[in-house]
């Protein structure tokens, strides 16, 4: 994809952005997923070019009217992250409010088995790194350390320490 087109294409995306949190200022409630992808004990996140671009967060996204938000999750990884055949189970269902927007939100989990098959949408997304759950980076979005702590209480054991500190960007 040429540069011109990407970044044109990245205006769009910052452009729909607002329009997003606008709908939501007007009352609509939209419904999302973040997906906590692993490997190897790390956690994958994303900064994007759109919204707060200095921000990590989990990679997600909206949940289409009648789609299941596992398909959704599945969809939005290969849409994002060109990752196929994720095998997702569903960690947590709840309403909250991220950058503005009012959402039902779904947190799905999959382990990836190849973190080199990771090819991100240069529209949408500006960077990707593996974090140990230890290490995450100091400015995440509201509900990311939130939900990098469902994964400890999977198998019922505690959730790993959450520190600040300086980025465990692998």
């Given at each position: 994809m040429s540069g011109?087109?990407?970044a044109l294409l990245r205006g769009l995306y910052r452009v729909a952005w607002r329009g997003v949190q606008l709908r939501s200022m007007l009352?609509?409630?939209?419904?999302?997923?973040?997906?906590?992808?692993?490997?190897?004990g790390k956690v994958l996140m994303v900064?994007?070019?759109?919204?707060?671009?200095?921000?990590?967060?989990?990679?997600?996204?909206g949940v289409h009217r009648g789609e299941p938000p596992l398909d959704a999750a599945a969809r939005e990884m290969e849409e994002e992250l060109g990752l196929r055949e994720l095998r997702f189970r569903t960690l947590a269902r709840f309403e909250t409010r991220l950058e503005r927007i009012d959402v039902r939100l779904t947190c799905a989990h999959?382990?990836?088995?190849?973190?080199?098959?990771?090819?991100?949408?240069?529209?949408?997304?500006?960077?990707?790194?593996w974090f140990?759950?230890?290490?995450?980076?100091?400015?995440?979005?509201?509900?990311?350390?939130?939900l990098i702590g469902l994964l400890g209480t999977e198998s019922g054991s505690?959730?790993?320490p959450q520190e600040d500190g300086p980025p465990g960007h692998v």
């Open positions: 011109l087109r990407v009352g609509h409630r939209g419904n999302g997923v973040k997906c906590l992808l692993t490997h190897d900064r994007h070019t759109y919204g707060r671009r200095d921000v990590w967060y989990l990679p997600g996204g999959a382990e990836v088995t190849d973190p080199t098959a990771v090819s991100p949408d240069p529209v949408e997304i500006a960077d990707v790194g140990v759950p230890e290490r995450l980076p100091t400015r995440m979005g509201l509900e990311e350390r939130r505690p959730a790993p």
